[in-house]
């Protein structure tokens, strides 16, 4: 009633579903059934991404496995050609793990599938083996931008971590937003900066906190000095 009053929308509770964290499983069934809605277990799907699952495992992925598995079914592949077949793994097949990748770090036997899947209906006729070809083109050739030589296809590894970054960023620029007070009160502040994750913080955070102290992101930003207050001498780098 608190959430209808002031979003000025309703809940659909038959569309509904009741996750219990720690709680009892009669007392959950109970509530449910009071509130006309059905029980959910975790993960649950929310908005097309797994909640409450575990990222790192090859399970998690599989639904994304599936959707892209499932939109080659539906193309007659046979009837294009090459540079049809690169067009649509270009605008489509790599677009379609975009949403997941932005939140998550994938396994690198998940990016290894992925890939696998992409080889096989560029060069295998959508992916049929039976048409067996010699290949005398490497994936990472075809990874390549077009001004070396490639043909501009994303590296599914690199375009993950390039997603994950985004949040690095965000944890710089939007101190005063919601989601960063969130994971401020959650994991702590120091000196003006959020805590790097520990066993208590969450896989997601965990994963961002390396990147950003860590990885690509932390070599290739800077800041510039302005007024002093938000630097930090020994640890900050400046930028000329």
């Not at 965000?170 to 790097?196: Q, T, Y």
Request: with cysteine.
């Amino acid at each position: 009633m608190l959430f209808e009053d002031l979003s000025g929308l309703k809940v659909n509770f038959s569309k509904s579903l009741l996750v219990g964290i720690y709680v009892n499983g009669s007392w959950l069934s109970e509530a449910a059934t009071m509130l006309n809605c059905k029980v959910g277990t975790i993960p649950f799907m929310y908005l097309g991404l797994p909640i409450g699952g575990d990222a790192s495992r090859l399970i998690f992925w599989e639904p994304l496995i599936n959707r892209i598995n499932s939109r080659l079914s539906g193309w007659k592949s046979r009837h294009l050609s090459l540079g049809g077949r690169l067009v649509l793994l270009k605008s489509v097949l790599s677009s379609l793990p975009i949403y997941a990748f932005s939140f998550f770090k994938a396994p690198s036997g998940i990016v290894s599938s992925i890939e696998s899947i992409l080889n096989n209906f560029f060069f295998f006729e959508g992916g049929s083996v039976d048409h067996m070809k010699i290949i005398w083109v490497d994936w990472k050739s075809i990874c390549r931008s077009q001004e070396v030589g490639g043909l501009g296809v994303r590296r599914i590894k690199d375009f993950n971590l390039a997603l994950l970054g985004k949040w690095c960023w965000r944890v710089l620029v939007e101190k005063d937003s919601l989601w960063f007070r969130v994971l401020a009160a959650r994991n702590g502040l120091e000196d003006g900066w959020l805590c790097a994750g520990g066993r208590g913080s969450s896989a997601w955070w965990r994963t961002i906190s390396t990147l950003r102290l860590e990885g690509w992101f932390h070599s290739n930003v800077s800041r510039s000095l302005g007024d002093g207050k938000n630097t930090l001498f020994w640890t900050d780098v400046l930028g000329g």
